[in-house]
């Protein structure tokens, strides 16, 4: 008998889930800022063709993003699992994490979704004046009351997330990790705050054995354009010489494989086997495009190339 999606998510980030799931895509979205129908549309979609997790946060669309995810989660139980994030108000803001506002949030998260336990939580931010010892006993604590299946952590520095790792693995749980990650690196000042999986936390990652999903995975359309295009009226952090060269490339590499330049960008990044590119496509058809990633099987000289144009 086929395995369902939740039974697959119980080891979805171990060597085991990795062999065993439909694939590594992770749906992400402007859930809460569309029409329900459309949400609806594309989570049956990604459901149906595979997919496992969808991906959210406690603060998207000013509040509303967990809602509109939990409205297609209770009429579809067990099809999908869900991965959301606590740390940021309403407005994007960083907030305290204490534990007290952490488990405040995810009570609301659980009540937004509708879900028994949220399958992946993370902290959306680091809060650095807390020991990072303090903020991993109430990760571990959230999985003890049975409110979260999975932890993990977004746009944390490097040696914090190695001393959170290692705060976790002595209490037997190894954290998911949570960074912008894609062919196109982008220009860090652009990012507003948010993180890129530059070497040193990539070096963190293979060194605890992390899972990592890598959120904007297609750089925000980045391979599929031809010139930049602000976002929220400021510059495209990823519109650098260096990946106006990439760009290039995959469309050189897209020629000969009968494929997209975003195909093979996407294909780029599941060529890590420890990173699960997060797509935020907002058409079914984009889903499909994004999907078409699996059929390309990349050598480690075009990889390489992609990369470093040598």
Request: hydrophobic residues 40%; glycine residues 10%.
């Amino acid at each position: 008998m086929p395995h369902s999606p939740l039974q697959l998510l119980d080891g979805l980030f171990d060597e085991e889930g990795m062999e065993t799931a439909a694939h590594r895509f992770v749906l992400g979205g402007p859930f809460g800022a569309e029409p329900a129908e459309t949400t609806a549309e594309r989570l049956a979609h990604f459901a149906h063709a595979g997919g496992l997790l969808v991906e959210t946060s406690h603060s998207y669309a000013g509040g509303k993003a967990e809602a509109a995810v939990g409205d297609w989660l209770r009429k579809n139980p067990g099809r999908l699992g869900v991965a959301t994030k606590v740390g940021h108000d309403t407005t994007g803001g960083d907030i305290p994490l204490s534990r007290d506002t952490v488990f405040e949030h995810v009570r609301s998260a659980l009540e937004n979704l509708g879900v028994e336990a949220i399958d992946v939580l993370l902290y959306h931010c680091d809060d650095p004046d807390r020991p990072v010892a303090e903020l991993a006993d109430t990760l571990v604590s959230l999985v003890e009351a049975g409110h979260v299946r999975r932890v993990g952590v977004s746009n944390w520095r490097a040696e914090r997330l190695s001393q959170l790792a290692a705060e976790l693995g002595e209490r037997h749980h190894t954290p998911v990790a949570s960074y912008q990650f894609s062919l196109a690196e982008p220009e860090p000042a652009l990012l507003e705050g948010s993180l890129h999986a530059d070497s040193a936390v990539l070096g963190v990652v293979r060194e605890h054995r992390l899972p990592l999903i890598g959120w904007s995975s297609q750089a925000r359309g980045h391979f599929a354009r031809t010139g930049p295009k602000e976002h929220h009226g400021k510059p495209d952090p990823y519109d650098t010489e260096d990946n106006r060269a990439r760009r290039l490339r995959c469309r050189e590499l897209a020629v000969e494989l009968g494929s997209l330049p975003e195909t093979v960008a996407l294909a780029w990044t599941l060529h890590h086997p420890a990173v699960w590119p997060s797509v935020g496509a907002r058409t079914t058809a984009q889903i499909d495009n994004s999907l078409q990633a699996r059929r390309l099987t990349l050598t480690e000289e075009q990889v390489r190339w992609l990369r470093d144009g040598r």
